[in-house]
């Protein structure tokens, strides 16, 4: 891999990332593109970014919830 491939990978894991973030419903297909881009050493900023959202919803969705405990 090129120097240029791993910064597109970045690139695009910080963009959804951050649109996953700020969105307070993520969509599925965000969750998915990011979870089939991510390496293992990017794992837990992503569940971090999802703790949040479990933690800041009264009722956290099933969905959410799913995906936090296949990292666990």
């Known amino acids: ?24 419903y993520p969509s599925t297909t965000m969750m998915d593109m990011v979870e089939g ?3 293992p050493e990017e794992v837990p900023a992503y569940v971090a970014i999802l703790m949040d959202k479990i933690q800041a919803d009264t009722f956290p969705s099933i969905n959410l919830l799913n995906r936090i405990t296949a990292y666990g």
């Open 1 to 24: 891999m090129t120097d240029d491939q791993l910064d597109v990978h970045r690139e695009v894991l910080r963009l959804l990332l951050q649109k996953i973030d700020d969105d307070p």
């Open 37 to 39: 881009l991510l390496r």
